[in-house]
């Protein structure tokens, strides 16, 4: 059993593992509809248990089906339903019902309190689906599709990030240091990570760079991720901070800054962020990047259910 938080917290050999399942299961999936089941079956007979405290749909849709290919199946629960959201029962006493029920536990929330809780009282293994500090599910999936795209290791690219300092980039930013690779963010500087990150960086040897200027953060770029600036429950003045990322938004004239094969990934749902030309354009690998979690959800649910060769 193993649990599944925070990339910066698992061995990069791991990471390397669940990355090498991945693309030998997508490949063998190649003549197999969505429902078809694995051939292996290694997860016959196990229940996920996925709970949602935010909105979900590449998640919520990836776990279920990734679970299913395996031969196991889920259920989906939102706290508001449950005795934990609503009724008065503790933390404790759900994460014991939890690991009665289920094999593995995979939460969405809004507060990195509540993983380290459960992790500390469930028996079966817990998969963060994101939280207010980390997306470690999604960057992994991301460096899959760079991977598969680019055909070399991300440690030989250039990856450049333009937006909002967000749980996103802090697992891009973890994800650099395990993976060595360059990584260049973009964005305006009342909104640069904050200090625990900042802490983080300094482990990297200058291989992650802050500039205040998009044209800059872009020079030589492989890859340019950008995500939504207002994220789903931002208690800011929206107006305001829109109008400070102005000059961060992806249009075609900085695409061109980047590299001539530059590729652009968004881990969706977008907002203003990008213009449609680039967002619809051959360099935006969007719809691949989605696709993909299924199968790289599917390796980390067996890296976590100990069931990874």
Same mark, same amino acid.
């Given at each position: 059993? &193993? !649990?599944?938080?925070?990339?910066?917290?698992?061995?990069?050999?791991?990471?390397?593992?669940?990355?090498?399942?991945?693309?030998?299961?997508?490949?063998?999936?190649?003549?197999?509809? =969505?429902?078809?089941?694995?051939?292996?079956?290694?997860?016959?007979?196990?229940?996920?248990?996925?709970?949602?405290?935010?909105? @979900?749909?590449?998640?919520?849709?990836?776990?279920?089906?990734?679970?299913?290919?395996?031969?196991?199946?889920?259920?989906?629960?939102?706290?508001?339903?449950? !005795?934990?959201?609503?009724?008065?029962?503790?933390? #404790?006493?759900?994460?014991?019902?939890?690991?009665?029920?289920?094999?593995?536990?995979?939460?969405? =929330?809004?507060?990195?309190?509540?993983?380290?809780?459960?992790?500390?009282?469930?028996?079966?293994?817990?998969?963060?689906?994101?939280?207010?500090?980390?997306?470690?599910?999604?960057?992994?999936?991301?460096?899959?599709?760079?991977?598969?795209?680019?055909?070399? =290791?991300?440690?030989?690219?250039?990856? @450049?990030?333009?937006?909002?300092?967000?749980?996103?980039?802090?697992?891009?930013?973890?994800?650099?240091?395990?993976?060595?690779?360059?990584?260049?963010?973009?964005?305006?500087?009342?909104?640069?990570?904050?200090?625990?990150?900042?802490?983080?960086? &300094?482990?990297? !040897?200058?291989?992650? #760079?802050?500039?205040?200027?998009?044209?800059?953060?872009?020079?030589?770029?492989?890859?340019?991720?950008?995500?939504?600036?207002?994220?789903?429950?931002?208690?800011?003045?929206?107006?305001?901070?829109?109008?400070?990322?102005?000059?961060?938004?992806? =249009?075609?004239?900085?695409? @061109?800054?980047?590299?001539?094969?530059?590729?652009?990934? !968004?881990?969706?749902?977008?907002? @203003? #962020?990008?213009?449609?030309?680039?967002?619809?354009?051959?360099?935006?690998?969007?719809?691949?990047?989605?696709?993909?979690?299924?199968?790289?959800?599917?390796?980390?649910?067996?890296?976590?259910?100990?069931?990874?060769?």
């Amino acid at each position: 059993m &193993k !649990h599944f938080i925070s990339l910066k917290d698992i061995p990069k050999k791991d990471l390397r593992k669940i990355l090498f399942d991945a693309k030998k299961r997508k490949s063998a999936r190649k003549k197999l509809n =969505t429902l078809d089941l694995d051939k292996d079956l290694p997860l016959s007979g196990k229940l996920l248990i996925q709970m949602f405290e935010k909105s @979900s749909l590449r998640t919520r849709l990836s776990f279920y089906l990734a679970i299913k290919q395996l031969g196991g199946g889920a259920i989906t629960l939102r706290s508001n339903e449950l !005795h934990f959201g609503e009724g008065g029962e503790s933390l #404790e006493d759900t994460a014991k019902i939890l690991s009665s029920y289920g094999d593995g536990f995979m939460l969405r =929330t809004d507060s990195d309190k509540k993983i380290e809780q459960f992790k500390r009282y469930l028996s079966i293994p817990i998969i963060n689906g994101l939280s207010p500090s980390s997306h470690p599910t999604q960057v992994l999936s991301d460096i899959f599709t760079i991977e598969e795209i680019k055909k070399k =290791t991300i440690s030989k690219l250039n990856i @450049s990030w333009i937006g909002d300092s967000n749980n996103v980039l802090n697992s891009l930013i973890a994800a650099s240091i395990k993976f060595d690779f360059r990584l260049k963010i973009g964005c305006p500087k009342k909104y640069q990570p904050k200090k625990f990150v900042l802490d983080m960086l &300094k482990k990297n !040897h200058n291989r992650v #760079e802050i500039f205040n200027n998009a044209q800059k953060a872009v020079a030589n770029a492989d890859v340019i991720f950008s995500d939504k600036v207002i994220s789903l429950n931002d208690r800011v003045n929206k107006k305001k901070k829109l109008s400070a990322f102005r000059n961060f938004r992806i =249009t075609s004239k900085l695409m @061109s800054c980047a590299k001539k094969d530059c590729i652009f990934l !968004h881990c969706l749902p977008r907002g @203003s #962020e990008v213009d449609e030309k680039v967002f619809f354009s051959n360099k935006s690998k969007v719809w691949l990047q989605a696709i993909n979690r299924i199968h790289v959800q599917k390796s980390i649910l067996l890296y976590s259910f100990g069931k990874l060769r």
